[in-house]
């Protein structure tokens, strides 16, 4: 009989259990279509494609589709590390926000206050402030993709000419600035919808049934 001791098994320590860290999400393409259908909504009847009149029906599509659908988006980005595409969303989100309060509750007491003329050239001054801002943003966008740098740039476009639309007089030039602002919008939305119908089909089906020619736009692949 052998008189060694037993061998004990050698004790293992559990493993620590790894810190619950959340997959970042995308939300670009959830913030490029919902702004899409924000600024479709808005050019329909500033183009005179449908009455005019109808143009009420943008403030609850801002509140409830474009402000909310880019702030989701925006944050998904953030979590993501997208500075560009949180940035963008949010900023928008914002816009589309502050836009659909000023019509729905502001307008009546600041044309109280300064006149229907006075609401006017403000509102013009809020767009053109906003082209400005777009146009820095088209910078970053043009290092995307093509569709990403034209809906920037159509949208920068359409807030200098509905922005002029506002500043000049009641009357012809402001009317034909706006129809022509309205047309743009329609572009834009059209380049929005193309541009998230690309980020959500092509991973989807994978492979690139909807180009988007990312930069550098003339490097060929091999």
Not at 68 to 81: K, P, Q, V
Request: glycine share 12%.
């Amino acid at each position: 009989m052998s008189t060694q001791p037993p061998v004990e098994a050698p004790v293992t320590m559990p493993e620590a259990a790894e810190a619950f860290a959340p997959q970042p999400g995308i939300g670009v393409p959830l913030a490029v279509g919902t702004f899409g259908f924000s600024v479709l909504v808005l050019g329909l009847p500033t183009s005179r494609i449908i009455s005019p009149d109808a143009l009420g029906i943008f403030v609850p599509v801002a509140f409830g589709t474009g402000a909310l659908g880019l702030f989701i988006g925006g944050l998904w980005e953030y979590r993501a590390n997208n500075i560009f595409g949180g940035s963008f969303a949010l900023f928008y989100a914002c816009f589309l926000l502050t836009t659909a309060l000023i019509l729905r509750f502001f307008a009546p007491g600041i044309t109280e206050a300064a006149g229907e003329g006075g609401f006017a050239d403000a509102f013009g001054a809020w767009l053109i402030l906003w082209a400005i801002f777009t146009s820095i943003l088209s910078v970053g966008a043009w290092h995307i993709n093509m569709p990403a740098f034209l809906a920037f740039a159509l949208l920068a476009l359409a807030y200098v000419l509905l922005g002029i639309a506002n500043l000049a007089s009641p009357g012809g030039l402001s009317d034909a600035f706006t129809r022509v602002g309205g047309w743009v919008l329609l572009a834009d939305g059209a380049t929005a919808w193309y541009l998230t119908s690309g980020l959500v089909l092509n991973p989807t089906v994978g492979r690139e049934l909807v180009p988007l020619w990312p930069w550098p736009y003339t490097t060929r692949k091999a």
